[in-house]
């Protein structure tokens, strides 16, 4: 037993380098023969030097530092503190993602850095309490969606909705549905499925975390010849909600040309209007979630054409201000 451990002696010794130091926090020979020792392994002073350098010609950058004793400590890693940092608020602040599963999630990404910047990490957990998805399957239902577009075959599920008795009401009246996955996207801080169908010849999207039982099919994806954009699609479907695809034409007050492009991208044509103004041509799906974007920004922005754009967007403000002088 003494032999095997003295066999696991490297292996120790790169765990004990990894976990426990940093430029901050250096071990010396000292303390890592006396931690070898707590694991059951007897090391000498040159041995430690030996393996060190073993571990250098493995491709780990281990470092030493002379402060008041000689100590080393693991330099360039995989992945930097800041790089973890942000990974860690992505996981927390990712809304499909649910409470448990983030904690681990982030539980995993500490063993990426040392205690001492782990204890940072587990700091950031709680930057803010954020409302989070009920669905724990979320995380699996991502992974069984890629094995299927990886196998080229379709899927189907059940799909729910919450009603105000706080219950999951199951769309078809618990029918499965049966669809072409095409990519996932992330937006509006939800996982969304994209799918293909066939019988619309047109695109939609599903939530991710209101899908259950999701199976792979044994029939293969029906495709269209054209390629998928993902961005394009984004870029178009205003809070995920559908609608009818349109050229729109909206002008704008100057000082809104950084959320217009930030919405749309560079590529857009913007023509100037006058002193004041200019005029976005966008392709987009005319959602109320498209219409309550303009609104936001009040008299600063007036959709243009085409005609049934300008008419809708007119009739949904009359509905809203009847609603207010019904009270």
């Known amino acids: 037993m003494k032999q095997s451990q003295q066999k696991l002696k490297l292996l120790y010794l790169c765990k004990l380098l990894l976990e426990q130091t940093d430029e901050e926090h250096p071990l010396t020979v000292n303390q890592m023969i006396s931690s070898l020792n707590e694991a059951g392994i007897s090391a000498e002073r040159k041995s430690i030097y030996d393996d060190i350098e073993c571990l250098r010609l493995f491709g780990l950058d281990v470092c030493s530092i002379k402060a008041k004793s000689f100590g080393y400590y693991i330099g360039e890693r995989d992945f930097e503190l800041p790089e973890l940092k942000l990974l860690v608020d992505s996981v927390q602040s990712s809304k499909f993602i649910t409470h448990k599963k983030s904690l681990e999630l982030i539980k995993k990404i500490e063993h990426l ?150 919405r749309f991208g560079s590529d857009i044509p913007i023509i100037k209007s006058d002193d004041e103004h200019f005029e976005a041509r966008v392709n987009v799906k005319t959602s109320r979630n498209f219409y309550g974007w303009i609104f936001s920004f009040g008299e600063k922005a007036k959709i243009i054409s085409p005609p049934s754009a300008v008419s809708e967007a007119k009739n949904l403000l009359n509905n809203i201000l009847n609603k207010y002088e019904e009270e």
């Open 113 to 262: 850095t040392s205690a001492s910047n782990a204890r940072m990490l587990q700091r950031q957990v709680f930057v803010s309490n954020r409302v989070k998805t009920m669905n724990e399957k979320i995380y699996y239902n991502v992974d069984i969606i890629h094995d299927a577009i990886a196998k080229n075959r379709q899927i189907s599920f059940l799909y729910f909705e919450w009603g105000i008795d706080k219950c999951k009401h199951y769309r078809k009246d618990g029918a499965r549905y049966d669809e072409t996955p095409v990519s996932l996207s992330w937006d509006d801080e939800n996982y969304y499925l994209i799918v293909y169908k066939e019988k619309y010849s047109a695109y939609a999207h599903y939530r991710v975390d209101k899908m259950e039982q999701i199976e792979i099919s044994e029939a293969e994806r029906v495709m269209p010849d054209d390629s998928f954009d993902l961005a394009k699609y984004a870029q178009s479907v205003f809070g995920m909600f559908g609608g009818e695809q349109t050229t729109v034409t909206i002008r704008f007050s100057n000082d809104l040309v950084n959320p217009v492009i930030d």
